[in-house]
Nanobody, 123 residues
Framework: QVQLVESGGGLVEAGGSLRLSCAAS????????MGWFRQAPGKEREFVAT????????YYTDSVKGRFTISRDNAQNTVALQMNSLKPEDTAVYYC????????????????WGQGTQVTVSL
């Protein structure tokens, strides 16, 4: 089991940046691929980014490529999402998630979820 807690959300103007962090508790963090997902009001939860167990492989949804970067620090049991050049359409609740053993893009394939953190991008 792993518990996940997101932080770093907030209000930012279009074009600005935010860095989200997800802190994991548990002794088997390196067993998990990690992902970031987001959910806007009235919309399905959607894939944003994922990273492999050792950080060697990353994948992004097309709409965030070149703007967002996912990373992990296994020594600190954390995964981060650096979000640059933010757009109003990035506004959503952002969730981190964990699964064994490899990356995936479908929410239902992830077993563990954080509580979410709100990101609001104003015009």
């Amino acid at each position: 089991q792993v518990q996940l807690v997101e932080s770093g959300g907030g209000l930012v103007e279009a074009g600005g940046s935010l860095r989200l962090s997800c802190a994991a508790s548990g002794r088997t963090f390196t067993s998990y691929a990690m992902g970031w997902f987001r959910q806007a009001p009235g919309k399905e939860r959607e894939f944003v980014a994922t990273i492999s167990r050792n950080g060697g492989t990353t994948y992004y949804t097309d709409s965030v490529k070149g703007r967002f970067t996912i990373s992990r620090d296994n020594a600190q049991n954390t995964v981060a999402l650096q979000m640059n050049s933010l757009k109003p359409e990035d506004t959503a609740v952002y969730y981190c998630a964990a699964r064994r053993p490899v990356t995936a893009t479908t929410p239902s394939l992830y077993n563990y979820w954080g509580q979410g953190t709100q990101v609001t991008v104003s015009l």
